[in-house]
């Protein structure tokens, strides 16, 4: 078989030699365009899991490359001049140049062909010369654009800059630097790569590197830059500079990897951000999957290329996923400046979803005990304490309110409530909740006017015997419990008059038990929903009373928190998002208008709810739909509410039509919630399947919740 | 959990005699459901039939359509359909539907492949009318509201359909590790519906025992999935061959919260049925 590698560097190299020393009679040759010793990369990195893997495909290789390895266990954190230390993590460093020269001698001792300073303008003319053509030919892969057709490469540019320098000064272990300046915010990623030298990249936002003019600076004005803005750190160590320029990240994804006799390799395949390493583990990986599927299937090319895309892209594509959230959280990290070093260490360390709580405690138990201690602490400095409860079981305030931990207990909603009217059979449910104690028991949305409720089924506060009734159940939870209960308040608007949900979502009731809906605009849910009438003044002015009425009946009943429904579709939420709202009025349009009917039934409650207790929004934070409210959006909805005196916000997404499809799994709404209360700055109530206490505690440690919504069912 | 079977109706050697036998078997044995397998372009029987044929034969077991591709059907004939084999069978059905992924399948019975997902959707949610209201298309199903309904699939909308309009979801095959994380989205997607309990969870997988029988499962899984490209491997290679893989992935789907698995033969021999029972009896 004839086998052309396009491309020298790991990804071609490794394949080349596992390929050339499994058929000895098979013919390889390897094109690289550069020289044989020249590479304009630094170090990189191995994770533990990796060298196994190497072991097994080539001892040989395998004992050099682990000999020239610089090994380290720990993540350094400098941010605000401070350091912060989390070890048991296992590094491993090589110059590139070195892993190259190791792969090299390795091919050549084994008979495949290296050619150097070939460079491959063509490729089309090995289709039909070689058997098997191996594109590794990087991101910018000649192979793939030539085929670009076929392979569907999507390419996604990052929104930050960076430059890949060295420095002669050797770290012990992986750095990250954070320095404000007054042009904003820079951040380091260092790492040691062999006895002297370690890779040095500087990243910034786009309009912070332009401000510092780092846009016309070139090569060496560049370098100098970065010299002078880390000297403290550097100490009389150099930057070192090897044709580096400021250059965003490319996230690169092909729809397929092989084309006829051609398969693509690593960078050429696919690339994942640098923050999380590795690109190298990566496309070494693929060459030893490619290289097995070949021992198995021969030369059924089909069947290996197959086998090798079936078996790495579900692996790479989880791989981008992490990348994708590492690469977001340095795009923003400027929104974490306010936490404190430990948290902000924690937040970092847990920012592709990868890493938990527990995870890191097994791996370094001193740095989670500091964590416990930030947790445990009002200002987030460390706690004096000798032994601090974990983060979930710490206090939190809520506005006025002092809670003594960070759980909210979803009730049921399955109310079964008859005009209103809460059954005996759900009222001992919430004094069982109350005794699994909980901070908060989280009502299903309790509607504020009979024409209001989802279903028949609806609790709801609008009549004096609501509020009896309340008043009784409020009662009873405080004689026995310590949990406070939130009360929240809600009208269905145009998702009104359904069945219960026993069967599923939105199915309208026949027609003779609807009751009329309202929305802002007389759009039908879904096709088979009644279509609602568009509110006029008047019937804005009555919804809006009517919450107030069942805000003081609320109050009047010893109710603990109060929480305004604009999430999910509901009526208020129809008014914020564009694709719900078409009014021509000063509540449609922008989203200042969008907007405005929300806000002033929240001024409204906010108005005669007592100050002494907390009052919360529930607030769709995206739309997940083209066209939709979104993030950016919430987050200025949030600022208003929360000027307006909210005390805290439960994040939701979707259902803002049948249509959306969030991504749903274990602690989807995080983002969200992370979002709302670094942006806003509000405490931040976060749901989205949390079963595991080290999901909350990993949401409450990294401050991206306050506050964590549990299920009775998850917890049996 | 519970252990269904499934009826070797897409074999090319069936005949009404072994699908009976088949179905008798089931309904003296531990097993508590009947499965199906659906596909237009293929040397199969037709899901629905298959099941009036065996509610005949059987009292016991529920019926479980898995899965079949719904936009391929009319609504209404599909929604009548199921009442009557709900009615007929004494409340034993459960309708498992998803889109089905084969363009020819679409092309056959002349449906429209684009646009599929959004009447899949409509689907969904008129069915449910069929049987909850009584309209004039009967009859009644005996389960109160309909059969249930599960949604197959892997996409995210996917889980958002289980929540939106179904009753539960079913996996259409994978070690346990695969089903635990789908059964976690569709958990996921519940909860946020706001909808009450929890979804039922049903999982499916192949099985074989004695050489020959192992053999022409694979070569099977190979034909039949062979529209998946590179799976078709995945999928023969977790067939279950031994007594003690079949435990050990019960064990598996019982701890990820699966309500119900059912076992698919890889061949028609009703023996491979007793030898099943057998395993889980002993």
Known sequence: MRITVIGGGPAGLYAALLLKKRYRDWHIEVYERNPAGATYGWGVVFSDRTLGELREADYTSYTEITDNFVIWDTIDVWYRGQLTRCRGHVFAGIARRKLLAILQARCRELGVLLHFEAEI????????????????????????????????????LGTARYIWLGTDKVLDAFTFIFRETEHGLFQVHAYPFDGNTSTFIVECSEDTWRHAGL?????????????????????????????????????????????????????????????????????????????????????DLEAVFDEYESLRKPKVEAFQQAAVESQTYFEHVRRYLHMEPVQFTFHLLTRSGRMSFDNLRLRDPTFINAVEHSCASDDGKLSAALFVPPPLLTPVRLGPTQLPNRLVLALSPDVGARDGVLPEAFVS????????????????????????????????????????????????VHASTSARVIAHLSHAGRRGATRPRRHGLDLPLPPEAQWPLLAPSPLPYTPMSPTPRAMDRQEMEQVREAFVRAA??????????????????????????????RREDEYGGPLENRMRYPLEVFQAVRAVWPEERPLGVTLTVSDQEPEGFTPEEAVTVGRELKMLGCDFIQVAVGQTTPHTRPAYGPAFL??????????????????????TADHVNTLVAAGRADLCIVSLEDYP | MNVGIGLPNTKHDITGEIMVTWARKADEGPFTSLGVLDRMVYQSTEPLMTLAAVAGVTQRVRLAATIIA???????????????????????????????????????????????????????????????????????????????????????????????????????????????????????????????????????????????????????????????????????????TTPQAVRQFIRGYADAGCDELILFPGVSDPEQLDRLADILEG
């Not at chain 1, 004005?221 to 803005?229: G, P, V």
């Not at chain 1, 995080?670 to 079963?691: A, F, M, Q, W």
């Open chain 1, 121 to 156: 303008e063509d490729p089309t003319q090995f289709i039909s010369s070689a058997d098997v053509l191996i594109a590794a030919d990087g991101v910018n892969s000649v192979v793939r654009s030539t085929f670009a057709e076929v392979f569907r490469p999507s390419m996604v």
């Open chain 1, 215 to 299: 846009d016309q600076a070139d090569e060496a004005e560049s370098l100098a830059f970065c010299q002078q803005l880390f000297s403290d750190h550097l100490g009389e160590h150099r930057l070192l500079s090897n044709r580096s320029r400021w250059i965003r990240f490319i996230t690169l994804r092909n729809r397929t990897w092989h084309y006829e006799n051609m398969v693509l390799l690593g960078d050429a395949a696919h690339t994942a951000h640098f923050s999380i390493g590795s690109g190298t583990k990566l496309a070494m990986e693929d060459a030893i999957v490619l290289a097995n599927a070949f021992e198995e299937h021969g030369d």
């Open chain 1, 429 to 476: 449910h919430v004094l069982d909740g109350a005794h699994r104690a909980p901070a908060l028991l989280l009502f299903p949305p309790v509607a504020v006017s009979a024409e209001g409720r989802m279903t028949p089924e609806c609790p709801g506060l609008y009549r004096p015997e609501h509020r009896d009734a309340w008043a009784t159940l409020m009662e009873q």
């Open chain 1, 552 to 581: 003081r009946l609320a109050a009047e009943a010893g109710v603990d928190v109060l929480q305004i429904n604009m999430a999910h579709g509901y009526l208020l939420a129809s008014f914020l998002s564009p694709l719900t709202n």
């Open chain 1, 670 to 691: 995080k983002v969200y919630s992370d979002l709302i209360r670094n942006e806003v700055h509000i405490p931040t109530v976060c749901g989205g399947y949390l079963t």
């Open chain 2, 70 to 240: 719904a936009p391929l059907r009319n609504t209404v004939l599909l929604a009548k359909q199921a009442a009557t084999l709900d009615l007929l069978s004494g409340g034993r059905l459960v309708l498992g539907v998803a889109l089905g992924a084969r363009r020819e399948d679409y092309e056959a019975v002349g449906a429209q492949y684009r646009g599929r997902a959004r009447r899949f959707n409509e689907q969904l949610l008129t069915l449910r009318t069929f049987w909850e209201d009584h309209t004039a298309v009967g009859p009644r199903p005996v389960q109160s509201g309909g059969p249930p309904l599960l949604v197959g699939g892997m996409s995210d909308q996917t889980f958002a359909r289980v929540a939106r309009y179904a009753d539960g979801y079913i996996h259409g095959g994978g070690p346990p590790r695969a089903f635990a994380r789908a059964a976690q989205r569709a958990r996921a997607a519940w909860e946020d519906a706001g909808r009450p309990g929890t979804p039922m969870l049903w999982g499916m997988a192949y099985f074989a025992f004695g050489k020959e029988a192992v053999e022409a499962s694979r070569q099977y899984l190979l034909d039949y999935y062979a529209f998946t490209g590179p799976f078709a491997r995945r999928i023969a290679e977790g067939l279950l």
